[in-house]
C-alpha cells in the first residue's frame, strides 16, 4: 500500500470559495495551525498534528459544540493524506447509501488505497449501522473520521468506539471567537460597526460556536451602519442565540448535575444559575422540582426535615399558579436547600439496611414484638413480654428489637449539623439507657 502522507496523492483539490460564498465558508482553515481554539489537537504537541507528523492516521470520533472545527478539521486531515476521500453525513444516508460507500471503499482497498470515511452526525446512525463499519475499519479499507456533538458513551457502540480514539473539541472561548472576528474583518477589509462593550456582547452571544458568529458578523458587514453599535442597539438588529440545550442529551444531564452539585456544596447564587440556565432553555419545571425534592431528603435528611417540606410545597404551589409564577416558589426551595445544613446520613442507612436486609433473607423478629391477633399467637408467645415504651421512665423501654440470630446494627449515624445535632444527642442518651438497662 502507498505511504499514508505522498505528496502527489491523485485527488483534486478542494474547490476555491467563491467571491459570493458566505463569509463562514470563505474563511474556512487552509492548514490545520489555521484552525482557532482547539490547540491540543492541532498545535505543535497536539494529537492530531502528531499523527500527521509520523504519517499514522488512525480512526477517529470529533466530539464537540456546533461551530467548533469538526468538519474543517475532517476536510484538512482528508487534503494531507494519500487516502481516498468520501464524506456522507448520518442525516441523509441510509442503509443503500452506506453499502455504497463500502463498495467503493473496498473497490479502492483492493488497488492499494484506503478510504477516508468523514461520517457527520454520526450519532444519528443505529446501532446496526454503526456495526457495519466495523469490518472495513478492522481490516484497514476504512479510516473512519466521525463528527458528533452527543457525547459519544451514550451514543456510539461500545465496539465502534474501542476502534476509535474520541477526540474532543473544546467550545470556542472568548479569545478564539476574538480571533475569528479578526480573520472575518481582514477578510473583508472593514472593521465591524460596534463598540467595545458590543462586540463583547456579540462574541458572548455566540455561546462557542464560530460558524453563528461568523454569520451574525457577515449580516452586520453587509449592512450600511454609519456610527458603531452599543449593545442595545446590537441587539435589536440581531436575533439572540439561545444557549445550546437538548432535554434528552448531554448538556441536559450536565446541567441538573452542577444544579445538584452546587446545592450540595451550599452555593446559593451557583444553584440559582444553573437553575435558571435550565428553565431559561425550556426545562420542564417538574423537572427540576423531581431533583429538588430528591435532593431534600438524600443531601439534608434529618440535618433539616423541613427541606423535604419545602421542596414539596413549591411543587404543590407550581401546580396550583403555573408559570411563570410558580416558578418563585421553585426558586424559593432551591435557595432553601442550598442554604440549609447538610447530611446524608438518610442517603447512607437506606443504603445500609438495603444490603443488610438482602443478606439476612428472612429472620424472624424476637417473640415479644411479634403481632398476636389470635388466641393461638398468644398462647405460644406471639407478643410476650412485650414493654410498651409509653409506660417506661423517659418513655424508653430499651428492648432488643433485632432477631435473635443477628446482632443490633446501626444503619443510621446522624450528624453533627442542623437537627441532627439534636438527634445525634438523643440517640447518646437512648444508647446510655440500653446498656445500663443489659449490665
Same mark, same amino acid.
Given at each position: 500500500?502507498? !505511504?499514508?502522507?505522498?505528496?502527489?496523492?491523485?485527488?483534486?483539490?478542494?474547490?476555491?470559495?467563491?467571491?459570493?460564498?458566505?463569509?463562514?465558508?470563505?474563511?474556512?482553515?487552509?492548514v490545520l495551525e489555521e484552525i482557532v481554539g482547539q490547540d491540543h489537537l492541532v498545535?505543535?504537541?497536539?494529537?492530531?498534528?502528531?499523527?500527521?507528523?509520523?504519517?499514522?492516521?488512525?480512526?477517529?470520533?470529533?466530539?464537540?459544540?456546533? !461551530?467548533t472545527g469538526k468538519t474543517s478539521l475532517a476536510r484538512l486531515l482528508a487534503d494531507q493524506t494519500d487516502l481516498h476521500f468520501n464524506a456522507i453525513s448520518a442525516v441523509f444516508s441510509g442503509v443503500a447509501e452506506l453499502k455504497k460507500v463500502f463498495a467503493e471503499a473496498e473497490m479502492h482497498f483492493q488497488s492499494g488505497k484506503a478510504t477516508l470515511l468523514f461520517v457527520d452526525e454520526i450519532h444519528r446512525f443505529n446501532r446496526s449501522q454503526q456495526d457495519s463499519f466495523l469490518p472495513y475499519v478492522e481490516r484497514g479499507a476504512v479510516v473512519l473520521v466521525g463528527a458528533t456533538t452527543e457525547n459519544p458513551s451514550f451514543e456510539l457502540n461500545a465496539a465502534l468506539l474501542s476502534r476509535a480514539q474520541v477526540l474532543?473539541?473544546?467550545?470556542?472561548?472568548?479569545?478564539? /471567537? !476574538?480571533?475569528? /472576528?479578526?480573520?472575518a474583518e481582514a477578510l473583508e477589509q472593514q472593521s465591524l460597526p460596534l463598540t467595545r462593550e458590543a462586540r463583547e456582547a456579540l462574541i458572548a452571544s455566540a455561546d462557542g460556536d464560530g460558524r453563528f458568529l461568523l454569520n451574525q458578523a457577515e449580516t452586520l458587514l453587509s449592512l450600511d451602519i454609519k456610527d458603531p453599535l452599543a449593545p442595545g442597539s446590537l441587539a435589536k438588529i440581531l436575533h439572540r442565540r439561545m444557549a445550546v440545550y437538548d432535554k434528552d442529551r448531554e448538556g441536559h444531564y450536565n446541567l441538573?448535575?452542577?444544579?445538584?452539585?452546587?446545592?450540595? !456544596?451550599?452555593?446559593?447564587?451557583?444553584?440559582?444559575?444553573?437553575?435558571?440556565?435550565?428553565?431559561?432553555?425550556?426545562?420542564?419545571?417538574?423537572?427540576?422540582?423531581?431533583?429538588?425534592?430528591?435532593f431534600a431528603s438524600e443531601d439534608i435528611g434529618m440535618a433539616d426535615p423541613q427541606a423535604l417540606v419545602q421542596a414539596l410545597s413549591a411543587k404543590q404551589a407550581y401546580e396550583f399558579l403555573g408559570s411563570p409564577e410558580g416558578e418563585l416558589a421553585i426558586v424559593q426551595a432551591c435557595l432553601y436547600c442550598?442554604?440549609?445544613?447538610?447530611?446524608?446520613?438518610?442517603?447512607?442507612?437506606?443504603?445500609?439496611?438495603?444490603?443488610?436486609?438482602?443478606?439476612?433473607?428472612?429472620?424472624?423478629?424476637?417473640?415479644n414484638i411479634l403481632n398476636a391477633p389470635t388466641k393461638l399467637m398468644k398462647e405460644i408467645g406471639y407478643g410476650s413480654g412485650y414493654s410498651y415504651d409509653h409506660e417506661s421512665d423517659d418513655g424508653?423501654?430499651?428492648?432488643?428489637?433485632?432477631?435473635?440470630?443477628?446482632?443490633?446494627?446501626?444503619?443510621?449515624?446522624?450528624?453533627?449539623?442542623?437537627?441532627?445535632?439534636?438527634?445525634?444527642?438523643?440517640?447518646?442518651?437512648?444508647g446510655k439507657l440500653r446498656a445500663e438497662k443489659t449490665r
Open positions: 500500500m502507498q !505511504g499514508l502522507f505522498d505528496e502527489d496523492d491523485g485527488q483534486e483539490d478542494a474547490p476555491e470559495s467563491t467571491p459570493d460564498a458566505p463569509l463562514a465558508d470563505r474563511l474556512r482553515p487552509r498545535g505543535a504537541d497536539g494529537t492530531i498534528a502528531r499523527m500527521v507528523a509520523a504519517g499514522r492516521l488512525s480512526s477517529m470520533i470529533l466530539w464537540g459544540p456546533p !461551530g474532543i473539541l473544546n467550545r470556542l472561548d472568548s479569545n478564539a /471567537l !476574538g480571533q475569528l /472576528l479578526a480573520k441538573i448535575s452542577a444544579l445538584h452539585k452546587a446545592m450540595r !456544596g451550599s452555593d446559593p447564587q451557583a444553584s440559582l444559575y444553573y437553575l435558571a440556565r435550565m428553565l431559561v432553555a425550556g426545562e420542564q419545571p417538574l423537572f427540576l422540582l423531581r431533583r429538588i425534592v430528591r442550598a442554604t440549609a445544613p447538610k447530611s446524608n446520613a438518610a442517603y447512607k442507612a437506606q443504603k445500609a439496611a438495603w444490603k443488610s436486609a438482602k443478606d439476612t433473607g428472612s429472620l424472624m423478629p424476637p417473640q424508653f423501654s430499651g428492648d432488643n428489637y433485632w432477631p435473635e440470630d443477628m446482632k443490633a446494627q446501626q444503619f443510621y449515624h446522624p450528624v453533627d449539623r442542623g437537627f441532627e445535632h439534636k438527634i445525634r444527642e438523643r440517640l447518646d442518651f437512648w
